[in-house]
Protein backbone atom coordinates (compact mmCIF):
# COMPACT_ATOMS: atom_id res chain seq x y z
CA UNK A 1 0.00 0.00 0.00
CA UNK A 2 1.20 3.34 -0.81
CA UNK A 3 1.47 6.74 0.96
CA UNK A 4 -2.04 8.86 0.50
CA UNK A 5 -1.81 12.79 -0.51
CA UNK A 6 -4.83 13.98 0.88
CA UNK A 7 -5.60 17.83 -0.67
CA UNK A 8 -7.66 20.05 -1.91
CA UNK A 9 -7.32 23.24 -4.60
CA UNK A 10 -10.03 24.63 -1.76
CA UNK A 11 -7.10 24.98 0.38
CA UNK A 12 -5.40 28.04 -1.81
CA UNK A 13 -8.81 29.83 -1.38
CA UNK A 14 -8.17 30.55 2.30
CA UNK A 15 -6.72 34.70 1.66
CA UNK A 16 -4.80 36.44 4.33
CA UNK A 17 -3.07 40.01 4.03
CA UNK A 18 -0.24 40.69 2.24
CA UNK A 19 2.95 40.16 4.41
CA UNK A 20 1.20 38.04 6.44
CA UNK A 21 3.05 34.38 7.03
CA UNK A 22 0.49 31.85 6.64
CA UNK A 23 -0.40 32.26 3.38
CA UNK A 24 -1.58 30.78 -0.24
CA UNK A 25 2.16 30.17 -1.10
CA UNK A 26 2.51 28.06 1.93
CA UNK A 27 0.91 25.08 0.05
CA UNK A 28 1.21 25.68 -3.50
CA UNK A 29 5.26 25.39 -2.25
CA UNK A 30 4.20 21.83 -0.48
CA UNK A 31 2.54 20.57 -3.24
CA UNK A 32 5.26 21.41 -5.72
CA UNK A 33 7.83 19.57 -3.45
CA UNK A 34 5.67 16.65 -3.34
CA UNK A 35 5.17 16.72 -6.91
CA UNK A 36 6.56 13.73 -9.04
CA UNK A 37 6.45 11.32 -5.77
CA UNK A 38 5.07 8.05 -5.79
CA UNK A 39 1.80 9.07 -3.65
CA UNK A 40 -1.87 7.50 -3.56
CA UNK A 41 -3.67 11.27 -4.51
CA UNK A 42 -6.69 12.30 -2.93
CA UNK A 43 -9.30 14.41 -2.70
CA UNK A 44 -9.92 16.16 1.06
CA UNK A 45 -13.95 16.08 1.46
CA UNK A 46 -15.85 19.05 3.51
CA UNK A 47 -16.60 18.29 6.91
CA UNK A 48 -20.28 18.64 7.79
CA UNK A 49 -21.57 20.08 11.09
CA UNK A 50 -21.75 16.91 12.56
CA UNK A 51 -17.84 16.63 12.00
CA UNK A 52 -17.11 20.11 13.68
CA UNK A 53 -19.19 19.33 16.41
CA UNK A 54 -16.97 16.35 17.16
CA UNK A 55 -14.85 19.01 19.24
CA UNK A 56 -17.00 22.30 18.74
CA UNK A 57 -20.11 23.68 19.44
CA UNK A 58 -22.64 24.29 17.18
CA UNK A 59 -22.55 28.03 18.36
CA UNK A 60 -18.89 28.38 17.34
CA UNK A 61 -18.64 26.91 14.12
CA UNK A 62 -22.40 29.33 13.51
CA UNK A 63 -20.58 32.41 14.59
CA UNK A 64 -17.20 31.78 12.16
CA UNK A 65 -19.46 31.04 9.22
CA UNK A 66 -21.15 34.23 10.40
CA UNK A 67 -18.05 36.19 10.33
CA UNK A 68 -16.91 35.25 6.50
CA UNK A 69 -16.04 38.70 5.03
CA UNK A 70 -17.71 38.47 0.71
CA UNK A 71 -14.86 40.39 -0.51
CA UNK A 72 -10.91 41.12 1.21
CA UNK A 73 -9.93 39.71 4.64
CA UNK A 74 -12.07 39.96 8.16
CA UNK A 75 -9.51 40.17 11.14
CA UNK A 76 -10.57 37.89 13.76
CA UNK A 77 -7.94 38.56 16.70
CA UNK A 78 -3.70 39.84 16.21
CA UNK A 79 -2.51 37.38 13.50
CA UNK A 80 -5.94 35.25 12.49
CA UNK A 81 -8.15 36.12 9.32
CA UNK A 82 -11.12 34.95 7.37
CA UNK A 83 -11.23 35.25 3.32
CA UNK A 84 -14.82 34.31 1.36
CA UNK A 85 -13.09 30.81 0.79
CA UNK A 86 -11.71 30.43 4.75
CA UNK A 87 -14.90 27.90 5.75
CA UNK A 88 -14.56 26.02 2.66
CA UNK A 89 -10.68 25.33 3.12
CA UNK A 90 -10.49 25.20 6.72
CA UNK A 91 -13.86 22.55 6.18
CA UNK A 92 -11.60 20.64 3.51
CA UNK A 93 -8.51 20.65 6.63
CA UNK A 94 -10.91 18.91 8.59
CA UNK A 95 -12.50 16.70 6.05
CA UNK A 96 -9.15 15.93 4.76
CA UNK A 97 -7.54 14.73 8.03
CA UNK A 98 -10.92 12.58 8.66
CA UNK A 99 -10.70 10.63 5.14
CA UNK A 100 -7.11 10.14 6.02
CA UNK A 101 -7.88 8.13 9.11
CA UNK A 102 -10.58 6.54 7.39
CA UNK A 103 -8.18 5.28 4.80
CA UNK A 104 -5.45 4.03 7.15
CA UNK A 105 -8.17 2.17 9.14
CA UNK A 106 -9.55 0.95 6.51
CA UNK A 107 -6.28 -1.17 4.81
CA UNK A 108 -6.32 1.65 1.59
CA UNK A 109 -3.22 3.01 2.44
CA UNK A 110 -0.40 2.33 5.21
CA UNK A 111 0.20 6.41 6.26
CA UNK A 112 -1.25 9.59 4.76
CA UNK A 113 0.20 12.82 4.47
CA UNK A 114 -2.89 15.83 4.24
CA UNK A 115 -1.76 18.96 2.91
CA UNK A 116 -4.09 21.30 3.67
CA UNK A 117 -4.54 25.11 5.23
CA UNK A 118 -5.43 26.64 7.44
CA UNK A 119 -3.56 24.93 10.17
CA UNK A 120 -5.65 23.56 13.05
CA UNK A 121 -3.48 23.19 16.37
CA UNK A 122 -4.48 26.75 18.01
CA UNK A 123 -7.87 26.58 17.33
CA UNK A 124 -9.59 25.75 21.27
CA UNK A 125 -13.07 24.82 21.42
CA UNK A 126 -14.70 28.38 20.97
CA UNK A 127 -11.81 29.97 20.33
CA UNK A 128 -9.92 30.75 17.05
CA UNK A 129 -6.32 32.16 17.17
CA UNK A 130 -2.90 31.19 15.63
CA UNK A 131 -4.18 31.04 12.01
CA UNK A 132 -6.30 28.39 13.29
CA UNK A 133 -10.10 27.95 12.82
CA UNK A 134 -10.98 24.39 13.60
CA UNK A 135 -8.81 21.90 15.67
CA UNK A 136 -8.36 19.43 12.96
CA UNK A 137 -6.05 17.00 14.60
CA UNK A 138 -8.15 16.87 17.26
CA UNK A 139 -11.20 16.36 15.83
CA UNK A 140 -9.28 13.48 13.28
CA UNK A 141 -8.51 11.90 17.22
CA UNK A 142 -12.00 11.93 18.13
CA UNK A 143 -12.99 10.48 14.73
CA UNK A 144 -11.41 7.60 14.77
CA UNK A 145 -12.55 7.25 18.72
CA UNK A 146 -15.82 7.67 18.69
CA UNK A 147 -16.73 6.34 15.14
CA UNK A 148 -14.12 3.46 14.51
CA UNK A 149 -13.84 2.35 17.74
CA UNK A 150 -10.91 2.58 19.00
CA UNK A 151 -9.36 3.42 22.38
CA UNK A 152 -5.85 4.71 22.06
CA UNK A 153 -5.14 7.28 19.93
CA UNK A 154 -1.54 9.84 19.77
CA UNK A 155 -1.23 12.67 18.40
CA UNK A 156 2.66 14.05 18.33
CA UNK A 157 3.01 17.62 17.42
CA UNK A 158 6.41 19.05 16.80
CA UNK A 159 5.89 21.94 15.44
CA UNK A 160 8.11 24.70 17.02
CA UNK A 161 4.75 26.43 18.62
CA UNK A 162 2.93 24.54 21.38
CA UNK A 163 -0.71 22.97 20.36
CA UNK A 164 -2.94 24.59 22.68
CA UNK A 165 -5.88 24.05 20.65
CA UNK A 166 -5.09 20.32 20.33
CA UNK A 167 -4.38 20.48 24.13
CA UNK A 168 -7.88 22.23 25.01
CA UNK A 169 -9.65 19.43 22.94
CA UNK A 170 -8.37 16.60 23.91
CA UNK A 171 -7.35 17.60 27.77
CA UNK A 172 -10.39 15.57 29.14
CA UNK A 173 -9.80 12.52 26.74
CA UNK A 174 -8.37 9.87 28.37
CA UNK A 175 -8.40 7.62 25.32
CA UNK A 176 -6.00 10.08 23.58
CA UNK A 177 -2.17 10.58 24.62
CA UNK A 178 -1.36 14.25 23.55
CA UNK A 179 2.26 14.91 22.89
CA UNK A 180 3.89 18.12 22.15
CA UNK A 181 7.64 19.95 22.04
CA UNK A 182 7.76 23.50 21.53
CA UNK A 183 10.05 26.49 21.66
CA UNK A 184 9.43 28.31 25.68
CA UNK A 185 9.29 30.92 25.71
CA UNK A 186 7.43 31.44 22.84
CA UNK A 187 3.90 32.38 21.51
CA UNK A 188 1.27 30.82 22.84
CA UNK A 189 3.11 30.96 25.91
CA UNK A 190 1.17 27.42 26.93
CA UNK A 191 3.08 24.15 27.01
CA UNK A 192 4.49 23.90 29.97
CA UNK A 193 5.84 20.82 31.21
CA UNK A 194 3.28 20.91 34.96
CA UNK A 195 0.42 20.76 31.95
CA UNK A 196 -0.34 16.88 32.18
CA UNK A 197 -4.11 16.76 31.19
CA UNK A 198 -6.87 14.99 33.01
CA UNK A 199 -6.04 12.21 32.93
CA UNK A 200 -2.21 12.55 32.88
CA UNK A 201 -2.98 12.44 28.82
CA UNK A 202 -0.79 15.41 28.07
CA UNK A 203 3.40 15.47 27.92
CA UNK A 204 4.63 18.68 27.32
CA UNK A 205 8.27 18.90 26.18
CA UNK A 206 9.95 22.72 26.62
CA UNK A 207 12.80 23.24 24.64
CA UNK A 208 15.03 26.25 24.56
CA UNK A 209 15.92 29.17 21.97
CA UNK A 210 18.70 27.68 19.81
CA UNK A 211 19.10 24.22 21.27
CA UNK A 212 19.39 22.32 17.82
CA UNK A 213 18.02 19.69 16.78
CA UNK A 214 20.51 17.57 18.92
CA UNK A 215 18.63 18.65 21.83
CA UNK A 216 15.95 17.57 20.63
CA UNK A 217 16.67 14.14 19.58
CA UNK A 218 17.72 13.57 22.76
CA UNK A 219 14.07 14.81 24.12
CA UNK A 220 12.34 12.58 22.18
CA UNK A 221 14.37 9.48 22.88
CA UNK A 222 14.51 10.14 26.99
CA UNK A 223 10.96 11.62 27.61
CA UNK A 224 8.86 10.79 24.49
CA UNK A 225 9.55 7.68 22.83
CA UNK A 226 9.31 5.48 26.19
CA UNK A 227 6.15 6.68 26.42
CA UNK A 228 4.59 6.27 23.55
CA UNK A 229 6.08 2.46 23.36
CA UNK A 230 4.05 2.30 26.79
CA UNK A 231 0.81 3.68 25.52
CA UNK A 232 0.90 1.30 22.66
CA UNK A 233 -0.94 3.40 20.14
CA UNK A 234 -4.07 1.97 17.55
CA UNK A 235 -3.33 5.05 15.49
CA UNK A 236 -0.71 7.76 15.49
CA UNK A 237 -1.46 11.49 14.69
CA UNK A 238 0.99 13.98 13.65
CA UNK A 239 0.68 17.96 13.60
CA UNK A 240 3.41 18.19 11.44
CA UNK A 241 4.75 21.74 11.80
CA UNK A 242 8.17 22.61 10.21
CA UNK A 243 8.71 26.17 11.73
CA UNK A 244 11.40 24.79 13.77
CA UNK A 245 13.72 24.72 10.97
CA UNK A 246 16.77 27.11 11.47
CA UNK A 247 15.52 29.09 8.40
CA UNK A 248 12.47 29.89 9.66
CA UNK A 249 11.49 33.56 10.49
CA UNK A 250 8.68 32.90 13.55
CA UNK A 251 11.30 30.91 15.95
CA UNK A 252 14.54 29.38 16.90
CA UNK A 253 15.00 26.00 17.45
CA UNK A 254 16.94 25.21 14.75
CA UNK A 255 16.76 22.55 13.55
CA UNK A 256 17.56 20.96 10.07
CA UNK A 257 15.64 19.06 7.66
CA UNK A 258 17.39 15.83 8.45
CA UNK A 259 15.94 16.04 11.98
CA UNK A 260 12.66 16.33 10.23
CA UNK A 261 13.32 13.15 8.73
CA UNK A 262 14.84 11.60 12.07
CA UNK A 263 11.89 12.40 14.10
CA UNK A 264 9.57 11.28 11.14
CA UNK A 265 11.09 7.40 11.33
CA UNK A 266 11.42 7.11 14.73
CA UNK A 267 8.52 7.83 15.20
CA UNK A 268 6.70 5.65 13.01
CA UNK A 269 9.05 2.49 13.87
CA UNK A 270 7.35 3.38 17.28
CA UNK A 271 3.63 3.00 15.13
CA UNK A 272 4.86 -0.30 13.24
CA UNK A 273 5.88 -1.71 16.33
CA UNK A 274 2.39 -1.48 17.78
CA UNK A 275 0.82 -1.88 14.74
CA UNK A 276 -0.56 1.62 14.33
CA UNK A 277 -0.93 3.52 10.89
CA UNK A 278 -0.21 7.41 10.71
CA UNK A 279 -2.09 9.87 9.46
CA UNK A 280 -0.03 13.28 9.73
CA UNK A 281 -1.57 16.90 9.02
CA UNK A 282 0.52 20.30 7.62
CA UNK A 283 0.51 22.62 10.59
CA UNK A 284 3.30 25.65 10.50
CA UNK A 285 6.35 26.38 8.97
CA UNK A 286 6.98 29.54 7.13
CA UNK A 287 10.07 30.33 5.43
CA UNK A 288 9.28 28.73 1.69
CA UNK A 289 11.67 26.83 0.67
CA UNK A 290 12.50 25.27 4.20
CA UNK A 291 8.91 24.45 4.38
CA UNK A 292 8.78 22.62 1.12
CA UNK A 293 12.30 20.69 1.40
CA UNK A 294 11.31 19.84 5.28
CA UNK A 295 7.49 18.40 4.31
CA UNK A 296 8.77 16.68 1.27
CA UNK A 297 11.48 15.04 3.89
CA UNK A 298 8.84 13.95 6.06
CA UNK A 299 6.52 12.54 3.19
CA UNK A 300 9.82 10.32 1.86
CA UNK A 301 10.07 9.22 5.13
CA UNK A 302 6.26 8.26 5.54
CA UNK A 303 6.65 5.89 2.36
CA UNK A 304 9.24 4.38 3.26
CA UNK A 305 9.14 3.66 7.34
CA UNK A 306 5.23 2.94 6.93
Not at 21 to 26: D, F, H, I, T
Not at 118 to 135: D, N, Q, S, V
Request: charged share 20%; net charge negative; proline share 5%.
Amino acid sequence: MATALITHADGLTHVTPAGHPERVARLEHVLHALQGMDLLRVTAPEAEDEDLRLCHPQSYIDRIAAALPRTGTRQLDADTFLSAGSMRAARRAVGGAMRGVDMVLGGEANSAFCAMRPPGHHAERETPMGFCLFGTVAIAAKHALDRHGLSRVVVVDFDVHHGNGTQDLLWDEKRTLFVSSQQMPLWPGTGSPDETGAHDNVLNVALVPDSGGNTMRSAYETRVFPRLREFAPELLLISAGFDAHADDPLAQLNWETVDFAWLTAELCAIAKASGAPVVSVLEGGYDLAALAESAAAHVITLTEKT
